[in-house]
């Protein structure tokens, strides 16, 4: 049922109530309708927000906050692990008292190293380059052929007209007429891809930095969003890296599709916030600095978008709406719907609405999925984070060891005095011989007794390269991996132990290819709502154009990457075994070099490939060939001629003697040679076109 409207076109939460009981509501049929074209309506508004009472407004943003809290308190132990596990990963310093002031604190990069090497093996597998989106026909690329009224299909003469199939002379050489040609949805799939990696890596700025900035992330914390939306202000597509302890999702859903809520905490600068309000996306209202802001006025306020369902038609079924809140005023600024026409499913009997599909803006970047079950997943800062620990602690220990056993100590016979020195503490430098005195009836010996200082542990030494080489392992930071190869060691043997210590990230490689799989498809979806009818781009210093309509059915887009390939000898790899079959019969060589070229990473390849040229040993061949069949038809048209020239004598002769059936011999006879003599002129053009085939 629909919410009625007040005269001063706000609607409000009782208004349906008052409606009814006043007898102002129309019947059962009228009314879902109504409703469902108020529920379209929100799709024209920017805020709507701006539509609905006070009172409401205020009874969302308290229960948006309230909620919030709810999810974030459901994250909490995997949120404290991630900021213990950045602080190891970043070396935060910190001041250390124990077992005396400012002792040793030093921290082992063993999770720094750790994800920085799985940077460094998936950054250039994920953007191999310029190209990063490959386009997949989907379903039949055969053509769809044109038809006539009738439903027969068309076609086109020799002689340049169309006629349908059924009517076209069987002697006429015609071919058919295309809706859409043989091959539409290859070349369309190749402009969207190219169109695409353009849009990523030259038009979205903010999205290979991200990319860079999600890898290394990703592998310490073990799960990373990415935001995909078209910005009205900026008029174009955006990408934002959201790190996980900013989205707010209850730890106990199971994905981001079924998720109840979805929290985006996000912060804006006081010009940031006047933007939106001037462009209409957020409500007009005053806000005061924020609590700890102190003397900055430009600091910056926290707002929290959550992604939710509210009914706000009053038929019984929440929508999904996007609403911003000012965190700390608890104040709605913006109410867009999040859904569009497509996403809208009503029963055609009944005109009630069924489900509503919101559109999902959010993609996740999954590490290691919790064994747990938990939302939030794992990373090294979870599986490398004990191990750290305990390697920092043996470390430091050793230090403090070393520390004191260098500084020494103990206790000094109150008798005892070194010159130049008051009692009390007493240094003395390397190299530095001093003078003593003991004390009455004492030596010197028995005047200064040092503590007993052991060294460091030889057995807390082993253990600590025990515990680096078990978090080695987790992390696959072998020395192989990271370029060092053992001495006289074969190159095979180091190619297996490469491979296999990539096994265990193989996995992880998949996860992060369908996450951009399923990132690529809202970039898709977006140009399909948003892209102009016609725009260009650039390709190598080459002007394209792509059509909004090329984003119609029939393609899918997937990254250009391999999962099954991390790195570049993987890569080689795969091509040597290509190129060790591009003179099969049954292989297209050429498309098999332009693959063994890409996995090199070679530069300009359409400029290293050249068209194939005629051998000049079969011109030869075919030329030889041609003189002698010239030679043989040169021979028979003489004869031909011959005969035909004879019996033109004949007929003259015939017709200066008489007319009778001696001359209609003679032309019959020259009806037979005329088919003859159209044969050895069709045989010659065909032996011309076999012979130079090319024009050469």
């Known amino acids: 049922m629909s919410i009625e409207e007040e005269d001063d076109g706000v609607i409000g939460t009782d208004d349906f109530e008052a409606a009814q009981e006043g007898g102002g509501v129309p019947d059962e049929a009228e009314s879902r309708a109504n409703g469902v074209a108020q529920l379209m309506s929100y799709l024209d508004y920017h805020n709507i927000a701006e539509e609905l009472d006070d009172t409401l407004l205020s009874e969302i943003g308290e229960r948006v906050v309230r909620e919030y809290e709810i999810d974030e308190e459901s994250r909490r132990g995997w949120l404290t692990s991630m900021e213990s596990a950045m602080k190891l990963a970043r070396q935060v310093v910190e001041k250390k008292n124990t077992p005396w002031?400012?002792?040793?604190?030093?921290?082992?990069?063993?999770?720094?190293?750790?994800?920085?090497?799985?940077?460094?093996?998936?950054?250039?597998?994920?953007?191999?380059?310029?190209?990063?989106?490959?386009?997949?026909?989907?379903?039949?690329?055969?053509?769809?052929?044109?038809?006539?009224?009738?439903?027969?299909?068309?076609?086109?003469?020799?002689?340049?007209?169309?006629?349908?199939?059924?009517?076209?002379?069987?002697?006429?050489?015609?071919?058919?007429?295309?809706?859409?040609?043989?091959?539409?949805?290859?070349?369309?799939?190749?402009?969207?891809?190219?169109h695409m990696s353009y849009q990523l890596t030259e038009e979205m700025e903010e999205w290979e930095e991200d990319t860079d900035k999600l890898l290394h992330t990703l592998p310490i914390v073990g799960c990373v969003f990415r935001k995909t939306w078209y910005d009205q202000l900026l008029r174009r597509n955006r990408s934002l890296m959201i790190l996980g302890k900013d989205l707010v999702v209850n730890n106990g859903a199971k994905s981001l599709e079924t998720a109840p809520r979805i929290t985006h905490i996000f912060e804006l600068y006081?010009?940031?916030?006047?933007?939106?309000?001037?462009?209409?996306?957020?409500?007009?209202?005053?806000?005061?600095?924020?609590?700890?802001?102190?003397?900055?006025?430009?600091?910056?306020?926290?707002?929290?978008?959550?992604?939710?369902?509210?009914?706000?038609?009053?038929?019984?079924?929440?929508?999904?709406y996007i609403i911003t809140v000012h965190k700390e005023e608890q104040t709605i600024v913006s109410i867009v719907a999040c859904f569009d026409e497509e996403g809208v499913e009503i029963n055609r009997e009944t005109g009630e609405i069924v489900k509503i599909d919101p559109v999902q803006y959010y993609t996740k970047y999954s590490f290691i999925p919790d064994p747990g079950g938990g939302f939030y997943d794992i990373g090294f800062g979870l599986l490398l984070g004990p191990i750290n620990d305990t390697v920092n602690s043996i470390l430091n220990a050793l230090l403090d060891a070393a520390h004191l056993?260098?500084?020494?100590?103990?206790?000094?016979?109150?008798?005892?005095?070194?010159?130049?020195?008051?009692?009390?503490?007493?240094?003395?430098?390397?190299?530095?011989?001093?003078?003593?005195?003991?004390?009455?009836?004492?030596?010197?010996?028995?005047?200064?007794?040092?503590?007993?200082?052991?060294?460091?542990?030889?057995?807390?030494?082993?253990?600590?390269?025990?515990l680096i080489e078990a978090g080695k392992e987790i992390g696959a930071v072998k020395d192989v991996l990271t370029g060092d190869q053992p001495r006289r060691q074969p190159a095979t043997t180091t190619l297996a132990l490469i491979e296999q210590g990539l096994k265990q990230f193989t996995a992880i490689y998949k996860r992060i290819h369908r996450s951009l799989k399923l990132e690529l498809r809202k970039l898709y979806r977006l140009n399909r709502l948003y892209l102009p009818d016609q725009t260009y781009f650039q390709v190598l210093d080459e002007q394209q154009a792509i059509a909004r309509q090329d984003y119609s059915d029939?393609?899918?887009?997937?990254?250009?990457?391999?999962?099954?390939?991390?790195?570049?000898?993987?890569?080689?790899?795969?091509?040597?075994?290509?190129?060790a079959l591009r003179a099969d019969p049954l292989i297209n060589g050429s498309e098999v070099l332009v693959r063994y070229l890409e996995a090199a990473e070679a530069d300009d390849i359409d400029r290293l490939i050249m068209e194939p040229q005629p051998d000049p040993m079969v011109i030869a061949e075919f030329e030889a060939r041609g003189i002698e069949?010239?030679?043989?038809?040169?021979?028979?048209?003489a004869k031909?001629?011959?005969?035909?020239?004879?019996?033109?004598?004949?007929?003259?002769?015939?017709?200066?003697?008489?007319?009778?059936?001696?001359?209609?011999?003679?032309?019959?006879?020259?009806?037979?040679?005329?088919?003859?003599?159209?044969?050895?002129?069709e045989r010659q053009n065909e032996l011309e076109s076999s012979v130079n085939p090319r024009g050469l």
């Open 270 to 320: 006081p010009y940031q916030i006047e933007e939106r309000m001037r462009s209409g996306l957020y409500t007009q209202m005053e806000f005061g600095p924020p609590s700890e802001a102190g003397e900055d006025e430009d600091a910056p306020h926290t707002f929290l978008e959550q992604k939710r369902k509210w009914d706000l038609d009053g038929d019984g079924y929440p929508e999904p």
């Open 629 to 637: 069949l010239q030679n043989k038809t040169d021979e028979t048209r």
């Open 101 to 194: 002031p400012n002792s040793a604190n030093v921290k082992y990069p063993l999770i720094t190293t750790a994800s920085i090497q799985f940077a460094a093996r998936a950054y250039p597998a994920v953007v191999p380059g310029m190209n990063v989106v490959k386009g997949k026909v989907v379903g039949s690329d055969q053509g769809i052929p044109k038809v006539g009224p009738d439903g027969v299909p068309l076609l086109q003469l020799q002689t340049g007209e169309v006629v349908p199939a059924n009517m076209a002379p069987p002697d006429v050489p015609a071919g058919p007429v295309w809706e859409v040609p043989p091959g539409a949805k290859r070349e369309r799939a190749g402009r969207v891809a190219r």
């Open 554 to 579: 029939g393609i899918d887009i997937v990254p250009v990457s391999d999962p099954s390939v991390v790195t570049d000898l993987q890569r080689m790899a795969k091509a040597e075994v290509l190129m």
């Open 640 to 681: 031909v001629i011959l005969q035909a020239a004879l019996a033109m004598k004949a007929m003259a002769e015939a017709e200066a003697a008489e007319v009778g059936p001696q001359l209609e011999q003679y032309k019959a006879q020259l009806g037979l040679l005329k088919p003859a003599l159209d044969r050895i002129v």
């Open 405 to 466: 056993q260098n500084t020494g100590g103990g206790f000094v016979r109150g008798g005892f005095k070194v010159s130049g020195q008051s009692r009390g503490k007493i240094r003395i430098k390397p190299g530095e011989w001093v003078t003593a005195s003991a004390g009455i009836g004492s030596s010197l010996r028995d005047s200064i007794y040092s503590f007993p200082t052991p060294t460091p542990s030889a057995t807390l030494f082993a253990l600590l390269g025990m």
